[in-house]
């Protein structure tokens, strides 16, 4: 409900004589909490995988129950790439079936969370070394939705999202998600929706992974672990596993805007540490404690 709305109702009496900002103190509460809420970059694989009870699944939805309630959810995913940074700022995101040759139950499913202008607006102002476009046409995709559906399955919380700016190397976008680290104390959980390995020119149906697969997975997991971040911001040099697994960068970049938000002595644990159809990684990330 935007604020005319809330007037029309006779809802926003008590918030009258408030300016914006206490306006939206009220909504989001203290400017700062205590603690700094979780961060992950999750695997998200085959969009079945959004109405499909599987391993990957239980998993989102055992996360969904143990985390902290957000406020509000800001997801990067691979599916929204731009020509320069967008977030959407709709009040009501729609979703967003992009994909095809999948039974008529997925195109069928939705996930009507409300979207959050104010919060997205935080990431803008957050977000400071580039110019950061409103958009009002975009709404979730299912990199976004097909992960949040398991794992907040109540729609309820506000979801709003962030673009993969084209332009921008991997070290660029590295240093542009370090900014959205102030969203974190404001209750905003962050997720990044990709995959560490992602190559479907080889996928390998009901068979076993590849080699080089299971190469640059664990190794991308001991860079994690060592904290050697840089290692996967330079992932061409890391050789031919690295580009066999990398062969256009969308699905591995959300993993970078997860990783540059990690703080000092913050925990990194893994999750569904698996490969799926020989050649997608859903091996995902949790910073902080579940």
Not at 131 to 141: F, I, S, Y
Request: aromatic share 10%.
């Amino acid at each position: 409900m935007n604020r005319k709305s809330f007037l029309k109702a006779g809802l926003l009496l008590p918030f009258f004589n408030m300016n914006l900002k206490d306006f939206e103190s009220e909504i989001i509460g203290d400017a700062q909490t205590t603690e700094i809420m979780p961060a992950m970059f999750v695997g998200h694989g085959n969009p079945m995988n959004a109405i499909t009870e599987n391993f990957y699944t239980k998993k989102w939805r055992s996360i969904g129950s143990n985390l902290p309630a957000p406020k509000a959810i800001l997801c990067v995913s691979a599916h929204w790439q731009t020509r320069g940074t967008s977030v959407t700022y709709m009040e009501k995101p729609k979703t967003i079936h992009d994909f095809g040759g999948f039974p008529q139950e997925l195109f069928d499913a939705q996930y009507p969370a409300p979207g959050s202008p104010i919060f997205a607006q935080k990431a803008i102002d957050a977000l400071k070394a580039v110019h950061v476009t409103k958009d009002m046409e975009w709404g979730l995709d299912h990199g976004c939705w097909s992960v949040l559906k398991p794992m907040f399955p109540q729609a309820n919380i506000p979801t709003f999202q962030l673009s993969l700016d084209y332009n921008l190397s991997p070290a660029q976008h590295f240093a542009l998600a370090s900014q959205l680290q102030s969203l974190r104390s404001k209750g905003v959980l962050i997720i990044g929706s990709g995959n560490i390995v992602h190559n479907l020119g080889r996928l390998n149906w009901g068979g076993k992974p590849f080699d080089w697969a299971i190469e640059f997975d664990q190794l991308s997991k001991k860079l994690m672990n060592d904290g050697n971040f840089k290692s996967l911001v330079d992932y061409p040099k890391l050789g031919q596993a690295a580009l066999l697994s990398i062969p256009t960068n969308e699905h591995f970049l959300p993993l970078l805007y997860i990783l540059a938000l990690k703080q000092p002595n913050e925990s990194l644990s893994f999750f569904n540490e698996s490969i799926d159809l020989g050649s997608v990684s859903m091996t995902s990330v949790m910073l902080g404690k579940q």
